[in-house]
């Protein structure tokens, strides 16, 4: 009796566990593809080939690639505590 329990909790636990990795790797597929779009999009700016787009909107996209891609705040975590 205790061993069919043990076994069904395993087999539970192990299909939610691969249930998120799964949604995980479904997440990171989908920014993937999202970064690539984001990448072709600016490099067809600035080559010319598209100019349907707003240099502001263009500014906030690289803003925002920069921000990601950078490992380090721009707004320091400690200042927002000391300004407080």
Known sequence: MLKNRIGEYIV???VATLGLVFIA???ALS???DLG???GLVGDYLHGNYKKVSKTSLLL???SLLYLLN???IV???LIVILQ
Request: aromatic letters at 14%; glycine letters at 10%; charged letters at 20%.
């Open 31 to 33: 920014i993937k593809s």
């Open 76 to 78: 320091p975590d400690f």
């Open 12 to 14: 539970r636990y192990t």
């Open 37 to 39: 779009t984001i990448f």
């Open 61 to 63: 996209i690289i803003g």
């Open 71 to 73: 490992p380090m705040d």
């Open 25 to 27: 790797i479904g997440v």
